[in-house]
């Protein structure tokens, strides 16, 4: 039903922006379809917010690996080193 009441709606808008003339008609459309495409950028943004809170973007996800990888293998080293040091010891 929503959609009927768009379309006469849209006829209805229609109807006087031809009546108006070419030059008011035109601005008054050209500022409809301009505002239309505006307002889906902003949605568009709004969503890509919405969703990089609930999905962290890959990089995140692979700056955290290197990080774990790194931290993991100095603690190796580490133990690695303390090892040698303990067996010269000896």
Known sequence: MNLIW????????????????????????FGIVVGC???????LIDIKKKLSVLVPEAEEIAAKR???N????RDVYLN????????TEQ
């Open 66 to 68: 290197v990080t774990v």
């Open 6 to 29: 768009l379309i006469i709606l849209s006829m209805t808008l229609g109807y006087f922006l031809f009546i108006m003339g070419p030059l008011i008609g035109g601005i008054i459309a």
């Open 80 to 87: 690695y080193l303390k090892q040698k040091e303990n067996n």
């Open 70 to 73: 790194y931290l993991r293998d």
């Open 37 to 43: 495409l505006f307002k889906g950028l902003f949605l």
